[in-house]
């Protein structure tokens, strides 16, 4: 944000790897029914949760940075992105299996 800010090419580590982009109240909405579910039925519940995005909804950074980017300029921002490779390398693909919370809470991404 800030080398957006500055009308300044931000640094991307990896802007084709993959991410399962979600907005933080997804995985509140789990949290809070995993919360009611704990104290209604006790340790039943009390195990590893993942709460995510359906599998279609993970996208590559660089979409991200070209949709922020974009938004930016329309106000009037000049911000761009640009890759960095060989430094810190990331996985190019990251998900989370949320087929617990589906089957046994019953819960659904929005």
Request: proline letters at 12%; a positive charge.
């Given at each position: 944000?800030?080398?957006?800010?500055?009308?300044?090419?931000?640094?991307?580590?990896?802007?084709?790897?993959?991410?399962?982009?979600?907005?933080?109240?997804e995985p509140?909405?789990?949290?809070?029914l995993?919360?009611?579910r704990l104290h209604t039925e006790g340790t039943t519940f009390a195990e590893a949760w993942n709460f995510g995005p359906h599998d279609e909804d993970a996208r590559?950074?660089?979409?991200?940075?070209?949709r922020l980017t974009a938004a930016w300029q329309a106000g009037g921002g000049q911000?761009?992105?640009?890759?960095?490779?060989g430094r810190n390398?990331?996985?190019p693909y990251l998900k989370l299996d949320c087929a617990k919370a589906r089957s046994q809470l019953g819960w659904q991404p929005r």
């Open positions: 944000m800030r080398a957006i800010a500055a009308s300044e090419p931000a640094a991307i580590r990896s802007p084709q790897a993959v991410r399962p982009w979600q907005h933080v109240l509140l909405a789990g949290y809070l995993l919360a009611e590559p950074i660089q979409r991200l940075i070209q911000g761009t992105g640009s890759s960095t490779p390398p990331t996985a």
